[in-house]
C-alpha cells in the first residue's frame, strides 16, 4: 500500500558547502559540495524541495558536522568496517588493536597544519532530531540547520586529548591529504539554538570519554 509520509528529517552534512567561502559555517553559505559525499547529500536536499512542491511532503534538513561519540554507559557506539572516522581510528591505536594512525595531511593552511573540525556528540544530534521533527510538525513549514559545537579542533589536538584521557601514547605519522579534504570546517549553529532551543551537552573531552568507554567494552 502507499504510505502516507508528509514529514521527513533529513541527515545532510557539512560537505555540502565544500571548501566553505566562510567560516564558521551558516545556513546561507553557498553549497559547493567538492566530494561526492557532499553532492549526493545536495541532491537529496533539492528533491526535498521538489516533494513540497509535488506532493506537500515538509522536511527538516540536518546538516552534521564531525558526529562523535557513543552513549555514556558504553552500550552502544561506532563500530564501522573499515572505520574510517579520526576518533575511533585514534582510541584503536591508544588501545593497541591498531599499530599506527595516519594523519592525512601536515601541509593545511592551519597553525598546526593539519585539518579542522567541528565534533558533536551522536546524542546532542538525536536531540535535534526530536526538536526537528517537533518544529516541521507544528508549523508545517521547512526547515534547515547546520548542527555542530561551534568549535574546531586540529586531527593533532584530537590525538593530544585521546593521549590524555586514555592515558596511552598514541603512535601516527604523517601521511598524504585525502583528496576533496576542506582545511577547517566549523559549524554557526545559531539558528538551531534560537529556533529550536538546541544547545549541546557534551564537550570534546566528553565526546573523546564515551567513545574510549564504548571502545574498550566492544567486542567484534
Not at 90 to 105: E, F, P, R, S
Not at 120 to 145: F, I, P, Q, W
Amino acid at each position: 500500500g502507499v504510505i502516507n509520509v508528509k514529514n521527513i528529517v533529513f541527515s545532510s552534512t557539512c560537505a555540502t558547502f565544500g571548501e566553505p567561502s566562510e567560516v564558521p559555517i551558516h545556513e546561507l553559505v553557498e553549497q559547493k559540495p567538492v566530494n561526492p559525499y557532499g553532492r549526493t547529500k545536495l541532491f537529496v536536499e533539492e528533491i526535498l524541495k521538489d516533494c513540497t512542491i509535488a506532493h506537500g511532503i515538509r522536511h527538516a534538513t540536518l546538516r552534521y558536522f564531525n558526529a562523535a561519540g557513543a552513549l555514556p554507559d558504553g552500550s552502544i557506539g561506532e563500530n564501522h568496517s573499515p572505520e574510517t572516522h579520526l576518533i575511533p581510528k585514534a582510541i584503536a591505536v591508544a588501545l593497541g588493536q591498531d599499530k599506527i594512525l595516519t594523519v592525512n595531511g601536515n601541509d593545511y593552511p592551519t597553525p598546526d597544519k593539519t585539518c579542522i573540525r567541528d565534533y558533536v556528540h551522536v546524542l546532542d544530534l538525536a536531540e535535534a532530531h526530536v526538536l526537528s521533527m517537533e518544529k516541521v510538525r507544528s508549523t508545517g513549514v521547512n526547515c534547515d540547520y547546520n548542527l555542530g559545537s561551534e568549535n574546531g579542533y586540529s586531527v593533532l589536538q584530537i590525538i593530544d586529548a585521546i593521549k590524555s584521557i586514555t592515558g596511552k601514547d598514541l603512535n601516527y605519522k604523517f601521511g598524504p591529504r585525502r583528496p576533496g579534504d576542506p582545511p577547517r570546517l566549523v559549524a554557526n549553529s545559531k539558528k538551531a539554538k534560537t529556533e529550536l532551543g538546541w544547545q549541546t551537552k557534551f564537550d570534546l573531552n566528553q565526546i573523546v570519554q564515551t567513545a574510549y568507554t564504548w571502545m574498550k567494552g566492544k567486542t567484534i
